[in-house]
């Protein structure tokens, strides 16, 4: 099978509009959190619940960012001291993110883009298709770990599986 019948844009629109639901079922049990708990040390990668939402957040941007030309946007801890600043910020990442794809073509998708990435001074070319498959498993991969620490906690998202967005009816 070709790339070229393998992606389309509606296939990601669909596959974010997936990601940003399952996402905001993970933060309406964050926002249950007082700050004491929003940023204590837990045993994930960025050190904790609001490290790790941070990162995802920051990655998400750093590749629309490089999607449309610019350079990285570097987006820390400090800079989101709050649940409520991280929301405003994502609320914004978000809207940038759904008018990107609203614009995209299915021919945009194959050819490759440039970057320098801002973390590492490294060049890349990678086909956008592969940058936006990535980003949406990069999600899955975050959202996973703060679901646990969320579980673990007494605070469980519930059910994030595709299968439950989709919400099929018995036949």
Same mark, same amino acid.
């Given at each position: 099978?070709?790339?070229?019948n393998?992606v389309t844009v509606?296939?990601?629109r669909?596959l974010?509009?997936?990601g940003?639901?399952?996402?905001?079922?993970v933060?309406?049990?964050?926002a249950?959190?007082?700050?004491d708990?929003?940023?204590?040390?837990?045993?994930?990668?960025?050190?904790?619940?609001?490290?790790?939402?941070?990162?995802?957040?920051?990655?998400e941007a750093?590749?629309?960012?490089?999607?449309?030309g610019k =350079?990285?946007? %570097?987006?820390?801890?400090?800079?989101? #001291?709050?649940?409520s600043t /991280? *929301? $405003?910020?994502?609320t914004?990442e978000?809207?940038?993110?759904?008018?990107?794809?609203n614009?995209?073509?299915d021919?945009?998708?194959l050819?490759?883009?440039s970057?320098?990435s801002?973390?590492?001074?490294n060049?890349y070319?990678?086909p956008?298709?592969?940058?936006?498959?990535?980003?949406?498993?990069?999600g899955?991969?975050h959202?996973?770990?703060v =679901?646990?620490a %969320?579980?673990?906690?007494?605070?469980? #998202?519930g059910?994030?599986? /595709? *299968? $439950?967005?989709l919400?099929?009816?018995?036949?």
């Amino acid at each position: 099978m070709s790339h070229a019948n393998l992606v389309t844009v509606d296939y990601y629109r669909w596959l974010y509009d997936y990601g940003y639901w399952a996402r905001a079922r993970v933060l309406v049990q964050v926002a249950k959190l007082d700050h004491d708990a929003y940023i204590a040390s837990r045993a994930l990668d960025y050190g904790s619940i609001r490290g790790t939402l941070v990162h995802w957040l920051a990655r998400e941007a750093i590749w629309l960012d490089r999607w449309q030309g610019k =350079a990285d946007s %570097l987006i820390g801890e400090s800079d989101l #001291p709050t649940f409520s600043t /991280l *929301i $405003e910020r994502w609320t914004r990442e978000e809207a940038r993110m759904r008018a990107f794809l609203n614009e995209l073509t299915d021919p945009q998708l194959l050819p490759s883009i440039s970057y320098v990435s801002a973390l590492t001074n490294n060049r890349y070319a990678v086909p956008l298709w592969h940058m936006m498959s990535h980003v949406v498993n990069h999600g899955t991969q975050h959202r996973s770990e703060v =679901a646990l620490a %969320l579980t673990q906690l007494g605070l469980s #998202p519930g059910d994030l599986d /595709l *299968i $439950e967005y989709l919400n099929p009816l018995p036949i």
